[in-house]
C-alpha cells in the first residue's frame, strides 16, 4: 500500500510543477506506458496473496483514476491556454461592416391596395378587376352617364380614337358592369386599379388608383352602405372610432349617392384622423341607380345595393403622412425608400394590417 | 354657384347664424366649397384728396402727389395717373392693402428714387367698374367730408361658394337654393310679388322659330322696351354684383345678369334697333359666322341653334349673344329674349366651339320650361324703373309645349331603401315645400314635378329627395357580417401578389409609373407593336400607351442616376399594351437593375452587375412562385432591346407554352442613344399571362417525401464540346441518363483558350450519384461514369478531357 501511496504522492507533486505537453506526455508514460510504474503494479496482482489481493486492486484503481483524472484536467488546462492565446490573435474588428446586403421595397399604393382588400376579405368581398381600356360604354353609358350629360365634364377623358368610343377608363366603376353582365347576383366585390383623367396639377394625376365597391343583394339599403363604410375606415386608419359625415351629392351612376367625409385635425403640422372639427372628402358612394341595374339585366324591382369609389392616393397619403400625390408616380429611389414598405410586411387579418 | 346670406334672405325669412346656414346647406347637398370675406382688408381704402401735384424728377408721366387724409394726415404717393390733379377726391390705399382685382399686396416702394407711400386706385382696381384709364373721380359733394374715412361702406356679407351638382339646374338660381333650405325646416320661403306686364303695346318685331329637324329652340319669349336710357346701375344692384363677386357694366346687362343668377333664368338683351327686320331662330348652316361677346370670330357647323335676322347670325341660342346686336349706353330701344334651349343642342354646340357662358352653364343642365314670362317681367320691370321706357306685352313663340312629369310614388319604397322610415306626413310637407303637387291615392302618392326639376323622372329621385331632405345622419349603421363565400383573390391574383412581394424581397424597390410613356422612349421598346396613341394626351411626352414598361423603368432609371446615385434596382408590376381595344392588354413584371455589386466593400470584391445576377432574380422569382426550375428551358432569343449575346428567355417548359420571361442586359446602344451614365444595365420581363396557374393547391402539391441514406459518390466530368453546344444541354443530357441515380449537377467550370482548341470549350461538371435502394458497388459507380461519358460524347459530340 505505502509503495503505491509513495508513487502516487511524488507524482502528484511532480504534476504540480509548471509542465509542457511533452512533459506531461512523458509523466504518462512513466505511470502508464508498457512498463509504467502504475502499469507494472497491476501485472503483480496475481502474486498478491488473496487476502490482500482486493484492497490492493481498489487502492491501485483508485490512485489511478486520480493521475489519470489529474492528467487529463492539466492537458485540458494547457491546451485551453494555447487555444486561447491562439484565439487572441484572432480577433477582428466587430464593427467593421457587415457583408452588404440589399433591401427593396413595396410601393405605399401596393400596400394600401392589400390593406383594402384584407379588409374587405374579412366582410365577404372578393377582388374583381377590369382592363384599363375601356369603351364609352361601360365607362359612361351603361353606369347612367349617356353622352352629353353634362356629369361626363367632371370627368376629363383621355381617348385613343378620334369617334370617342375607346378611352382609358376615367373610374373603377365599369368594373361593376362587367361583373354584373359576367355573372348573376348576388355581387359583393371590390375592384382596384388603375384610373385616368387628363387633369394633371399639384393635387391631380393624369393617373390614380381607386377601388370600387359594388353589394347587391334582395335586401342591401343605405343603412348597409353606411355600416360597411363605417367599418371600412375604422380598421383601415386603426382606429376605435372615426368621425364620418355622409353628405348627399349626385353621381348618374347611384341615387340616392353621397360624398363621405372624415373629421381631421392638424396637430404640429400632423394630419390626425378621426377627431377634429374639419372635414376631408373621401370617397363617393350611393345606391346603385335603377338605370344601371336594367343595363346589366339585373331586375331592380328585385335587387338592390351600394356602390362606391374611394382615391386609393388619397388614403395612402392620409394614413402614411404623404403630401405630394405627384411623388407616387416620381420614382425617386429616395422617396420610394422612405414610403416604401417591407415586401415582408403582408397586411393581414390576424397580425395587424401595419406593423 | 356663388351666393351671399344677404341674397338668400331676399328668398327666405330666417333669422338664425350663418354657420348654421353653411351647415345645412353642405347638409341638403348644396356643398360649400368656400367661403370668402370680400370685404376683408377693405376697411384700409380710405378716401382721399390730393393736395398737391409735382412731376416726378426722374420721369416725365408720374407725378409725386401729397394726399391729405385728415387729421393733418399728409402721405406721399407716386401716381401715373392723367387725371391726378390738386383738389381731386380719390380712393386711397396704404401699404399692407390688397389691390381688389390682382389680389397684391402693396408695400413702401422706391418708383424712381422717389419713396412712394401707398397708391391711388382706379376704378378698375377697385373692381367696381371697367374704368382703368386714371384713378377713381369721388363727387367732392359726396364725398367731401368723409376724407379719410373708409371708402367701402358696410361690410358685405360673407361670399359663400357652392359646389351644385349637375342635376341641380334649379340651384344655379338664389331662389331655387332658399327653396331647398325652405324644406329642410331651414326658415321659410318668401311668396314671389313680381308684377305681371300688363300692356296694351304690341312687341312689333316679329319672331319666328323655324320648324325643322333638331331645333334647339322650344320657346322664344321676347318683350320689348322703347325709349329706355341706358345708364349706370344703381348702387343696389351694383352692390348686389359685386357681393358674388360680378362685376357691373350698365344697368340693362346688369339686370338680366340679376335675373338670371336670382330665378335661374338666362335672359338675353337685344339693342332693337341693331336687328333688321325680325328674329329667326334657326339652325345654322356650314360656314356661317358671326362676332360674339366675347370678341372671337366664330365659324359655325351645321345645326348650330342661332338667333338671326335678315342679315344673318345675331348670336348662338342660349351661349352667347354677338356684337352687332349688344346693347351700348346708347341703346333706346331693347328686346328682351327669354327662351327655352334644349341641353343636348346647347352642349353639342358649346363643346364643338369650346364656348362656356354662365348663359350655357345653365341652359344645358336645363332651366325651367316654365319661367320664360317670370323672367320677362322680372326685368322688364327693373329696366322700366331704372332706365325708364315703355313696355311691350310679352310675345312667346313655341314649336313645342311643356309637358307635365307624374310620378307615381309608393311611401314604402323609401325604407327599402334607406332603411329607416319617416311618416307620410312628413313626405308630403317636404315634398310640397320642394314644389310637388300631390295627389294622395290608396297605395301610393300621385305627385306633379314642379317645372324646375328636371332631374326628376322616376321613384328614386323622390326617394333621394326625401332622404336627402331628411338628413342623411338618419341613415341607421348596419354593421357588415363577418362572413365570406367567396375566395377573396383567385388564382392569377394571388400570383400578381406573390410575384410582386417576391422581387421586392430581392432588393429592388417598386415603382409605380404612368400607364402611357414618351414615344421617343417606347420606340425603343415596342418591337413589331403597333403604336397606341392618346388622342389628347397631357403633353406629347405622354402620348402612348405603352408597349413595354421599361419605356418608363429606363427613363426614371436614368433620372436616379443623375440624381447620384450609382446602384440601383427597380421593378414594376403593371399593364402594357398590345392594341387600342379593351383587353388587350397583359400583366408584366418588369425589373431593372444598375451599377455594381459591393461598390466599395472593404470586404468584398466589387463588380459590376451582369447577366447572371438578373438570371438569378428571375429564376429564383419564379421558382419561389411554385415553378419547377428542373423543367425550364432558356434560349437566346430575345427581343432587340436587350443585348443580343448576353439576355435569354425562359419557358417554364420545354416546347409548351410562350415566354415566361426575358432577362439581359439592356442594349449598349439603347443605353448611349439615352443616355444613362450606369457602368452596367441589366433587366428583366415576367409575362404573368404566360405563367401557367398551377393546377393544385400548395396543399395538394407536395409530392411522397422519400430520401436516400445509401452512400452517395461525387463525380467530376470535364468535356471539351463544341463551343456552340450549350451548358444546359449537356446538363439536360446528364440528367436524362438515369433519374434514379443521378441527383445534383453542378456546373463548376468553364473555360475557353489555352490548351482548347478554337471553337471549343472546357465544361467541368460535378455529378452526384446515389441510389435510394442500396450501396453502390465501385462496380455500378464505373458503370453510370461510363455510361455518362458515353452518352454526353454520343450526343453533343463532346470528348472526355483525360
Redesign the interface.
Known amino acids: 500500500m505505502s509503495e503505491i501511496k509513495n508513487i502516487r504522492d511524488q507524482f502528484i507533486s511532480k504534476l504540480e510543477n509548471d509542465l509542457s505537453i511533452d512533459q506531461i506526455n512523458e509523466i504518462k508514460t512513466d505511470l502508464f506506458g508498457k512498463n509504467g510504474l502504475i502499469s507494472s503494479k497491476f501485472k503483480t496482482i496475481g502474486s498478491i496473496p488473496e487476502t490482500d489481493r482486493k484492497k490492493f486492486a481498489s487502492d491501485l484503481n483508485q490512485v489511478k483514476d486520480e493521475l489519470q483524472n489529474l492528467i487529463t484536467s492539466k492537458i485540458n488546462e494547457i491546451e485551453g491556454k494555447k487555444i486561447n492565446e491562439k484565439l487572441e490573435k484572432e480577433k477582428v474588428d466587430i464593427t467593421?461592416?457587415e457583408?452588404?446586403?440589399?433591401?427593396?421595397?413595396?410601393?405605399p399604393?401596393?400596400q394600401t391596395i392589400?390593406e383594402i382588400?384584407s379588409i374587405?376579405?374579412?366582410?365577404?368581398?372578393?377582388?374583381e378587376?377590369g382592363?384599363?381600356?375601356?369603351?364609352e360604354y361601360?365607362n359612361f353609358t351603361a353606369l347612367n352617364t349617356p353622352d352629353?350629360?353634362?356629369?361626363r365634364?367632371?370627368h376629363d377623358t383621355?381617348?385613343?380614337?378620334?369617334n370617342k368610343e375607346?378611352l382609358?377608363r376615367t373610374h373603377t366603376s365599369p368594373v361593376q358592369i362587367r361583373t354584373m353582365l359576367k355573372d348573376k347576383p348576388p355581387f359583393?366585390i371590390i375592384a382596384p386599379g388603375?384610373t385616368?383623367r387628363?387633369d394633371?396639377d399639384q393635387t391631380h394625376a393624369?393617373?390614380f388608383h381607386q377601388v370600387e365597391g359594388l353589394h347587391i343583394d334582395t335586401n342591401i339599403?343605405?343603412?348597409?352602405?353606411?355600416?360597411?363604410l363605417?367599418?371600412f375606415i375604422k380598421e383601415f386608419f386603426e382606429v376605435e372610432k372615426i368621425k364620418m359625415r355622409?353628405?348627399?351629392?349626385?353621381f348618374?351612376f347611384t341615387?340616392?349617392?353621397?360624398?363621405v367625409d372624415i373629421g381631421y385635425e392638424i396637430k404640429d403640422g400632423k394630419i390626425i384622423i378621426g377627431e377634429g372639427d374639419k372635414w376631408l372628402e373621401i370617397l363617393g358612394c350611393g345606391?346603385v341607380?335603377?338605370n344601371v341595374l336594367k343595363n346589366v339585366k339585373v331586375d331592380p324591382s328585385k335587387y338592390?345595393g351600394y356602390a362606391f369609389g374611394i382615391g386609393i392616393d388619397r388614403l395612402a397619403m392620409l394614413k402614411y403622412g404623404i403630401n405630394d400625390l405627384r411623388a407616387?408616380?416620381?420614382?425617386?429611389?429616395?422617396w420610394?425608400?422612405h414610403f416604401?414598405f417591407d415586401?415582408?410586411d403582408?397586411p393581414s387579418n390576424y397580425r395587424g394590417l401595419s406593423r | 354657384m356663388k351666393i351671399t346670406y344677404d341674397w338668400l334672405k331676399d328668398h327666405l325669412k330666417i333669422s338664425a347664424k350663418e354657420d348654421k346656414l353653411l351647415e345645412k346647406l353642405t347638409d341638403i347637398g348644396l356643398e360649400v366649397e368656400s367661403i370668402e370675406n370680400l370685404s376683408e382688408g377693405l376697411d384700409l381704402f380710405r378716401v382721399a384728396k390730393i393736395i398737391k401735384t409735382e412731376k416726378h424728377p426722374n420721369a416725365d408721366r408720374l407725378k409725386v402727389c401729397d394726399v391729405d387724409l385728415g387729421n393733418n394726415e399728409i402721405k406721399k404717393v407716386v401716381c401715373g395717373a392723367a387725371n391726378a390733379r390738386e383738389g381731386l377726391l380719390t380712393v386711397y390705399a396704404p401699404p399692407g392693402a390688397i389691390i381688389p382685382k390682382n389680389k397684391t399686396k402693396l408695400v413702401v416702394a422706391k418708383i424712381r428714387d422717389v419713396t412712394s407711400y401707398g397708391m391711388l386706385c382706379s376704378e378698375s382696381e377697385l373692381n367696381l367698374s371697367d374704368e382703368s384709364d386714371g384713378i377713381t373721380e369721388l363727387s367732392s359733394l359726396k364725398y367731401a367730408k368723409n376724407i379719410g374715412k373708409s371708402y367701402f361702406s358696410k361690410p358685405s356679407s360673407n361670399l359663400i361658394d357652392l359646389s351644385i351638382t349637375p342635376n341641380r339646374p334649379d340651384c344655379l338660381g338664389v331662389r331655387g337654393i332658399a327653396r331647398d333650405l325652405s324644406a329642410a325646416g331651414f326658415g321659410n320661403l318668401k311668396p314671389e310679388k313680381d308684377k305681371k306686364i300688363k300692356s296694351n303695346r304690341k312687341q312689333t318685331l316679329k319672331v319666328k322659330i323655324t320648324k325643322e329637324k333638331n331645333q334647339g329652340c322650344f320657346s322664344f319669349g321676347s318683350c320689348l322696351i322703347t325709349n329706355v336710357k341706358n345708364t349706370e346701375s344703381p348702387q343696389w344692384l351694383k352692390d348686389k354684383l359685386i357681393s358674388i363677386g360680378q362685376k357691373p357694366i350698365s344697368a340693362i346687362v346688369d339686370i338680366t345678369n340679376y335675373v338670371m343668377i336670382d330665378i335661374n333664368r338666362p335672359l338675353h338683351a337685344y339693342d332693337a334697333d341693331k336687328i333688321d327686320k325680325g328674329i329667326i331662330v334657326r339652325n345654322s348652316k356650314s360656314g356661317e359666322e358671326f362676332t360674339a361677346l366675347d370678341n372671337k370670330n366664330y365659324k359655325l357647323d351645321d345645326e348650330m341653334c342661332v338667333i338671326s335676322d335678315n342679315k344673318g347670325v345675331l348670336g348662338l341660342g342660349g351661349i352667347i349673344g354677338g356684337t352687332r346686336s349688344g346693347t351700348e349706353l346708347d341703346t333706346i330701344n331693347v328686346l328682351l329674349e327669354s327662351a327655352y334651349f334644349d341641353p343636348r343642342s346647347i352642349r353639342k354646340t358649346a363643346k364643338k366651339l369650346n364656348i362656356d357662358t354662365d348663359a350655357k352653364f345653365r341652359f344645358e343642365r336645363g332651366i325651367d320650361q316654365l319661367s320664360i314670362e317670370d323672367g320677362l317681367n322680372k326685368a322688364a320691370f327693373l329696366i322700366k324703373e331704372i332706365c325708364g321706357g315703355e313696355i311691350s306685352k310679352i310675345d312667346i313663340q313655341k314649336i313645342e309645349s311643356y309637358k307635365n312629369k307624374i310620378i307615381k310614388f309608393e311611401p314604402k319604397t323609401f325604407e327599402k331603401i334607406t332603411g329607416f322610415k319617416i311618416s307620410n306626413k312628413e313626405m308630403i310637407i317636404i315634398l310640397e315645400k320642394l314644389g310637388f303637387k300631390i295627389k294622395k291615392e290608396k297605395k301610393f302618392f300621385k305627385l306633379l314635378v314642379p317645372s324646375w326639376r328636371p332631374d326628376i323622372v322616376q321613384e328614386i329621385d323622390i326617394v333621394e329627395e326625401l332622404v336627402r331632405i331628411s338628413g342623411y345622419e338618419k341613415i341607421k349603421i348596419e354593421n357588415p357580417i363577418k362572413e365570406r363565400s367567396k375566395n377573396t383573390l383567385n388564382q392569377t391574383q394571388k400570383l400578381f401578389h406573390f410575384l410582386q412581394r417576391a422581387v421586392a424581397s430581392k432588393g429592388y424597390l417598386e415603382a409605380i409609373t404612368w400607364s402611357f410613356t414618351d414615344s421617343k422612349y417606347n420606340d425603343h421598346f415596342k418591337e413589331t407593336n403597333k403604336e397606341i396613341k392618346i388622342v389628347n394626351p397631357i403633353s406629347s411626352e405622354l402620348g402612348v400607351l405603352r408597349n413595354s414598361i421599361f419605356s418608363n423603368l429606363v427613363m426614371y432609371m436614368s433620372k436616379n442616376l443623375d440624381r447620384g446615385i450609382k446602384d440601383l434596382s427597380i421593378f414594376e408590376i403593371g399593364p402594357i399594351f398590345y392594341g387600342s381595344k379593351p383587353g388587350e392588354q397583359n400583366t408584366v413584371v418588369c425589373g431593372l437593375s444598375a451599377g455594381k455589386k459591393s461598390r466599395l466593400s472593404w470586404i468584398e470584391q466589387e463588380r459590376n452587375i451582369d447577366v447572371f445576377d438578373i438570371k438569378r432574380d428571375v429564376i429564383q422569382t419564379l421558382v419561389e412562385a411554385g415553378y419547377n426550375a428542373e423543367k425550364f428551358y432558356i434560349d437566346d432569343e430575345s427581343p432587340n432591346y436587350y443585348h443580343p449575346g448576353k439576355s435569354g428567355r425562359i419557358f417554364l417548359n420545354k416546347g409548351k407554352d410562350n415566354a415566361a420571361a426575358y432577362f439581359g442586359e439592356i442594349h449598349p446602344n439603347i443605353i448611349k442613344t439615352l443616355d444613362i451614365k450606369s457602368e452596367s444595365l441589366v433587366g428583366f420581363e415576367i409575362f404573368l399571362d404566360n405563367l401557367k396557374l398551377p393546377k393544385k393547391s400548395l396543399k395538394d402539391q407536395k409530392t411522397k417525401y422519400s430520401v436516400s441514406d445509401f452512400q452517395k459518390s461525387e463525380r467530376d466530368f470535364a468535356f471539351i464540346v463544341d463551343k456552340k453546344i450549350s451548358v444546359q444541354d449537356i446538363v439536360s443530357v446528364i440528367s436524362n441518363i438515369d433519374k434514379n441515380l443521378i441527383s445534383n449537377i453542378k456546373v463548376f467550370d468553364v473555360y475557353e483558350g489555352d490548351n482548347i482548341p478554337e471553337n471549343q470549350k472546357s465544361v467541368a461538371v460535378s455529378v452526384t450519384i446515389q441510389s435510394l435502394e442500396k450501396t453502390l458497388t465501385d462496380n455500378d459507380l464505373e458503370k453510370t461514369n461510363n455510361l455518362i461519358i458515353e452518352t454526353v460524347e454520343n450526343k453533343t459530340g463532346a470528348k472526355i478531357r483525360s
Open positions: 467593421l461592416p457583408r452588404p446586403f440589399v433591401r427593396g421595397k413595396v410601393h399604393v401596393s392589400d382588400s374587405f376579405s374579412e366582410i365577404g368581398f372578393s377582388v378587376e382592363p384599363d381600356v375601356e369603351n361601360n352629353n350629360h353634362p356629369a365634364d367632371m383621355f381617348y385613343l380614337d378620334e375607346v382609358l359583393k388603375r385616368y387628363s394633371s393624369p393617373m339599403n343605405m343603412g348597409h352602405l353606411k355600416g360597411c363605417n367599418y355622409f353628405r348627399p351629392s349626385h348618374p341615387e340616392p349617392s353621397a360624398e345606391m341607380h335603377p338592390q407616387f408616380f416620381d420614382c425617386d429611389y429616395r420610394l425608400n416604401g415586401p415582408l403582408v
